[in-house]
């Protein structure tokens, strides 16, 4: 299933609950799948909060919520999942993550790393020195939500980017 019939199944699940933000009920649950989000990834959200998380298995979960009155019920099957985005490489999945060391050298000579990522718009790269991974990621994430600046497309891109410190659109 595409992420998209995913997120078709998810807010029919959530309707199903009546816990999909209607004009009759706007302050209930939205869904999107951010292309900024790790592969597969979408974020659930309402006037209260937001969770992030892998479709298929907040699907699941919606899947096994049964349909009560009880508002104490209400998102409660998604307390499980993050409540804030995966914002660096320690809360990427790890397995939609790659770090590569271009040039040898110990962690403290800040030697030439490259980190190929999955997310909903596809491949996208990044490289500079030792703890690109983390940084790349945050910053992309904080400027994916804040301003413009995008990680590389390519891995050409990136590793130029590294090397003259202009961005992959400037």
């Given at each position: 299933?595409?992420?998209?019939?995913?997120?078709?199944?998810?807010?029919?699940?959530?309707?199903?609950?009546?816990w999909?933000?209607?004009?009759?009920n706007?302050?209930?649950?939205?869904?999107?799948?951010?292309?900024?989000?790790?592969?597969g990834?979408?974020?659930?959200?309402?006037?209260?909060?937001?969770?992030?998380?892998?479709?298929?298995?907040?699907?699941?979960?919606?899947?096994?919520?049964?349909?009560?009155?009880?508002?104490?019920?209400?998102?409660?099957?998604?307390?499980?999942?993050?409540?804030?985005?995966?914002?660096?490489?320690?809360?990427?999945?790890?397995?939609?993550?790659?770090?590569?060391?271009?040039?040898?050298?110990?962690?403290?000579?800040?030697?030439?790393?490259?980190?190929?990522?999955?997310?909903?718009?596809?491949?996208?790269?990044a490289?500079?020195?030792?703890?690109?991974?983390?940084?790349?990621?945050?910053?992309?994430?904080?400027?994916?939500l804040?301003?413009?600046?995008?990680?590389?497309?390519?891995?050409?891109?990136?590793?130029?980017?590294?090397?003259?410190?202009?961005g992959?659109?400037?």
């Open positions: 299933m595409s992420i998209s019939e995913t997120v078709k199944a998810i807010r029919s699940q959530l309707d199903r609950l009546n999909l933000a209607t004009d009759s706007p302050c209930a649950f939205l869904v999107e799948a951010e292309p900024a989000l790790p592969e990834w979408v974020r659930i959200y309402d006037d209260h909060g937001e969770v992030f998380g892998d479709a298929d298995e907040i699907l699941n979960a919606l899947c096994l919520e049964p349909e009560s009155e009880d508002e104490d019920s209400y998102g409660s099957c998604l307390q499980e999942f993050l409540d804030h985005r995966p914002m660096n490489s320690n809360r990427w999945p790890c397995d939609l993550i790659e770090v590569e060391k271009i040039v040898d050298g110990l962690i403290n000579e800040n030697p030439l790393c490259l980190i190929t990522v999955r997310t909903n718009d596809g491949i996208k790269y490289a500079g020195p030792h703890g690109v991974s983390q940084c790349a990621l945050s910053d992309f994430m904080g400027e994916h804040f301003g413009p600046k995008k990680l590389a497309s390519s891995r050409e891109q990136a590793l130029q980017v590294a090397a003259t410190g202009l992959p659109e400037e």
